[in-house]
C-alpha cells in the first residue's frame, strides 16, 4: 500500500501530457511511460491480494455467529471416548461441532470424515484454566454444550480424590459460569450412576437416593447439584444423563476406547479383557468375589456406547428452557463380571486366563437401572443389548488398532 501512494504522488507532481506531446514524444519516454503504467498495474494487483488477504484473516470464524437452522455445540471432552463417539453422531446428525481435549488420533479421524468448512473446530484446552475456558466461549457462538470431560475410575478416585473434585466439580462450575456470561442456552450433563452408591434396592430410578461412596461419585453429585441451584434462577434448558457401564464402539469401525497407558490397570473391565486377549497383560484380574450376588461378583448394567450417544442427542433434542430433565441411561439389566467375562471370551475367540483377588475400594455390589422414565419422556430405549455382540464390535476396533490411536 506504500508504493501506490508513492506513484500516485508521483503522478500528481508531473506535467500533464497534452495530446500532442504523446503525439511526438521520444520511444525513451513512451517506453518511461509503459514502465510506469504496468508498475501501478502490478500494485494495485498486489494491493488487492494484501488487502483480501487481511479481510480473510481478520473475518469472524462461521463459529463464531449463530445461525437459523443450525445447531452449534460445545463437545467438552470431545475427542475422548464417549465424547467423540457423540461428536461423530452430531456431525452425522448435521449439527456444527466444537471439540474441547481428548485423543487427537480421534480428532484426526473426525477431520477426515467431515473435512468441510465450519462443520468441525478442535479446540485444545484445559477447563482448569478460567482465562482459557472464557476465550472458547467469547470467540464461538454455542447453542448447547454436552460436558463429556472428566476423569473417571473409581479406583483412582479413591488414591486421588481431590484430582477428582477439581476436574469434575470445579472443570464444571468454569463451565457453567462461561455459559451464563455467554447466555448459552443447552446444557446436557454426563453424571454417572456412582452418584447412587449402593443403593439399598434395585433397580435403581431417579428417585433412589443418592449416597455417592467414592469421590468419583460424590465429585459428580456436587457437580449435579450446583447445575440444579444454578438452574432454578435461570431459563437455561438442562439435562442430566446418569448413566452406568459403557461398552462397545462404532459399528463402522471407525472409532474406539483408548485409554493412555498410565490408566489401562483403573480403566474398564472391556480394555482389561481385550488387553488380556492380545497377551499385553498375562490375564485378567477379577477383584472381588465375595459380594451378595448370585455368583459373588458385582453385577453392573452394561450400556453400548452407541445407544448412549443415542440418549444425548435425544435429550438435546427435547431439552426445554427453565427445565431440567434427569434420566438415567442404561439397559434394565444386570449382568455379573464372571458373566461379562465369558462373554469377552466369546467375542474374542480367547481362552482368557482370569486370577479372582480381593475387592478393590470403592465399588460396590450391585447397580442396574429403571429405564421407564427415558422412555416416556424421550422415546429412548437401548437396543444393542447383546453383551457378546458389543464386545465383538468393539474387539474388531481393537484388533486393527492394538496401540489405539498411535499410528495416526
Not at 23 to 36: A, F, R, V
Not at 145 to 166: D, N, Q, W
Not at 219 to 234: H, Q, T, V, W, Y
Request: hydrophobic fraction near 35%; include cysteine; aromatic fraction near 8%.
Amino acid at each position: 500500500m506504500t508504493s501506490l501512494s508513492g506513484v500516485r504522488s508521483q503522478r500528481k507532481n508531473s506535467r500533464p501530457l497534452s495530446p500532442g506531446d504523446m503525439d511526438y514524444t521520444e520511444p525513451k519516454t513512451k517506453s518511461n511511460l509503459l514502465g510506469k503504467l504496468l508498475l501501478l498495474a502490478s500494485l494495485i494487483i498486489l494491493a488487492f491480494i494484501v488487502i483480501n488477504k487481511a479481510s480473510s484473516l481478520t473475518s469472524p470464524s462461521v463459529f463464531s455467529r449463530r445461525e437459523e437452522g443450525v445447531t452449534h455445540v460445545l463437545v467438552t471432552g470431545g475427542a475422548g471416548y464417549i465424547g467423540s463417539h457423540a461428536a461423530l453422531r452430531l456431525l452425522k446428525d448435521k449439527y456444527r461441532d466444537n471439540l474441547s481435549r481428548g485423543n487427537h488420533g480421534a480428532v484426526k479421524v473426525l477431520q477426515r470424515l467431515f473435512p468441510q468448512t465450519g462443520r468441525l473446530q478442535f479446540i485444545y484446552a484445559d477447563l482448569g484454566d478460567p482465562a482459557a475456558v472464557e476465550k472458547i466461549f467469547s470467540e464461538n457462538a454455542f447453542d448447547a454444550v454436552m460436558h463429556f470431560a472428566a476423569v473417571a475410575y473409581v479406583g483412582e478416585s479413591t488414591l486421588y480424590p481431590l484430582k477428582y473434585y477439581h476436574n469434575i466439580t470445579s472443570n464444571t462450575l468454569g463451565v457453567l459460569k462461561s455459559m451464563a456470561r455467554h447466555k448459552v442456552k443447552k446444557l446436557i450433563y454426563s453424571s454417572t450412576c456412582a452418584t447412587y452408591g449402593e443403593p439399598e434396592k434395585m433397580p435403581i430410578t431417579e428417585d433412589t437416593p443418592q449416597v455417592p461412596i467414592n469421590p468419583y461419585g460424590k465429585a459428580k453429585k456436587m457437580a449435579e447439584d450446583m447445575i440444579l441451584d444454578f438452574s432454578k434462577n435461570s431459563d437455561m434448558a438442562v439435562m442430566i444423563l446418569r448413566y452406568f457401564n459403557v461398552i462397545g464402539s462404532d459399528p463402522g469401525g471407525r472409532l474406539g476406547e483408548a485409554p493412555r497407558p498410565e490408566l489401562r490397570e483403573q480403566g474398564r473391565i472391556s480394555g482389561a479383557c481385550f488387553d488380556a486377549a492380545r497377551g499385553f497383560i498375562p490375564g485378567l484380574q477379577v477383584k472381588g468375589t465375595d459380594y451378595k450376588t448370585s455368583d459373588g461378583t458385582c453385577i453392573r448394567d452394561y450400556i453400548d456406547v452407541t445407544d448412549l450417544v443415542d440418549a444425548h442427542v435425544k435429550a438435546l433434542e427435547k431439552a426445554q428452557p427453565h427445565k431440567v430433565g434427569i434420566y438415567n441411561v442404561g439397559t434394565g439389566k444386570g449382568r455379573s463380571v464372571k458373566e461379562f467375562v465369558e462373554a469377552c471370551k466369546k467375542a474374542t475367540g480367547v481362552e482368557i486366563k482370569v486370577d479372582f483377588l480381593p475387592r478393590r475400594p470403592g465399588d460396590y455390589a450391585e447397580v442396574y437401572s429403571d429405564p421407564t422414565k427415558i422412555l416416556r419422556d424421550l422415546n429412548w430405549t437401548a437396543r444393542f443389548t447383546n453383551l457378546q455382540d458389543s464386545l465383538q464390535v468393539a474387539w474388531g476396533w481393537q484388533k486393527i488398532h492394538p496401540h489405539g490411536y498411535a499410528s495416526y
